[in-house]
């Protein structure tokens, strides 16, 4: 995995910047009430999201929470007051506190389903009844756009996905979360080319390719003989579930 404080700095750069947060956020407020109160974004990275689901609702309060040290920097810095350093499987708030909670890019990284099974479990503990949980899903899958470099890739190792939507919404019913839809939205500026994916593989980004092994080697060849080494390939579109908190009686 990432060193995500190491990331933080080129973090939004690198990942569309202001256009792929400004989908997200319209994505997920797609789904959160216009009378919530009160709103947590579960592993809130530098906060690009957060300060614009904060900035869209001026009525909702929202907290952000991270388990990168560097994130959390520079999350404060874009929503004062109102972001915290810890664990998304231990979340430190009392039950029932949030009308909505959000992990947007969170549930692929984990290690194991043991880790997203105990995200969503603390997810859905801090919600009040008829709260919202709105999660990103197959992260992996919305790279794969039909592209030369997808052919290219097609055969590489995978890591199973801990994000897979059918795991999520079993976890979520697991919980006593009641599935109220999907959205999709474009990650602008993440269209890949070869020549950045060439570069991606080698620096680690493909956790089960790592840098400097003769498949790794292989595939960045293979990469580096595709057309139009610096034209991007289209652009991923990601996938959110929403589910709700039955209301109390």
Not at 136 to 159: C, E, F, N, Q
Request: glycine share 8%.
């Amino acid at each position: 995995m990432l060193d995500y404080d190491k990331e933080a700095d080129a973090y939004d750069a690198t990942r569309g910047g202001e256009p792929r947060a400004a989908a997200a956020a319209e994505a997920v407020l797609g789904f959160v009430p216009r009378n919530a109160q009160s709103l947590l974004d579960v592993a809130c990275g530098t906060g690009i999201v957060t300060r614009r689901l904060a900035a869209a609702r001026p009525g909702l309060r929202v907290t952000g929470l991270d388990a990168a040290p560097a994130m959390v920097r520079r999350a404060a810095a874009r929503v004062p007051g109102s972001v915290l350093l810890a664990d998304s499987r231990q979340l430190p708030f009392p039950d029932g506190v949030f009308d909505a909670v959000t992990t947007v890019w969170l549930l692929h990284l984990v290690e194991g389903p043991q880790d997203a099974r105990a995200i969503i479990a603390e997810c859905a503990r801090v919600l009040r009844p008829g709260g919202v949980y709105i999660t990103t899903v197959d992260k992996a899958l919305a790279h794969d756009v039909g592209s030369d470099i997808d052919t290219v890739l097609a055969p590489r190792p995978r890591r199973p996905a801990q994000d897979d939507a059918d795991q999520v919404r079993a976890y979520a019913a697991e919980f006593g979360l009641h599935p109220v839809g999907t959205a999709r939205f474009r990650g602008h500026g993440q269209g890949r080319s070869p020549r950045s994916t060439a570069a991606d593989l080698r620096r680690g980004w493909f956790t089960m390719l790592p840098p400097g092994e003769p498949l790794t080697e292989r595939f960045v060849a293979e990469l580096e003989s595709l057309p139009d080494q610096e034209r991007p390939r289209p652009d991923p579109e990601f996938t959110i579930l929403a589910f709700r908190k039955p209301s109390a009686g």
